[in-house]
């Protein structure tokens, strides 16, 4: 089923965004709830994250797809538009692959309220 939001929450402390992180948040939905026979998902940079999910997961190859929402992949180049864009890909339907962005614009004054420095 088609979530459009974020299923998990992650703190992120110092060093930015990691593959680690996402890789983590997979395998939290996974434990909650392991008869998951596949998981679409959008990330910002699909293309590294999968390369590195099937080098670290190789059992998640074809249970985990992930794709870069729309407006992300326009800083991409051209192989990444024909491989992970969200309207080339079955199971995707016309979905944007930014609505968490939205939540994050909702909340962000409760983001910069909470930060540790």
């Given at each position: 089923c088609f979530h459009?939001?974020?299923l998990r929450?992650?703190?992120?402390y110092g060093g930015g965004e990691r593959h680690s992180h996402a890789i983590r948040m997979i395998e939290a939905i996974l434990d909650d709830?392991?008869?998951?026979?596949?998981?679409n998902m959008c990330y910002d940079v699909a293309c590294v994250l999968e390369s590195a999910l099937h080098?670290?997961?190789p059992e998640w190859k074809e249970t985990i797809r992930a794709r870069i929402g729309r407006f992300h992949l326009y800083g991409h180049e051209h192989s990444c538009h024909v491989l992970y864009n969200l309207l080339r890909t079955q199971?995707?339907?016309l979905m944007i692959g930014e609505e968490p962005e939205h939540l994050w614009f909702i909340i962000?004054?409760?983001?910069?309220?909470?930060?540790?420095?």
């Open positions: 459009g939001t974020n929450f992650l703190n992120i709830v392991p008869e998951i026979q596949s998981i080098k670290y997961k199971g995707y339907g962000l004054h409760l983001i910069k309220s909470g930060r540790v420095s």
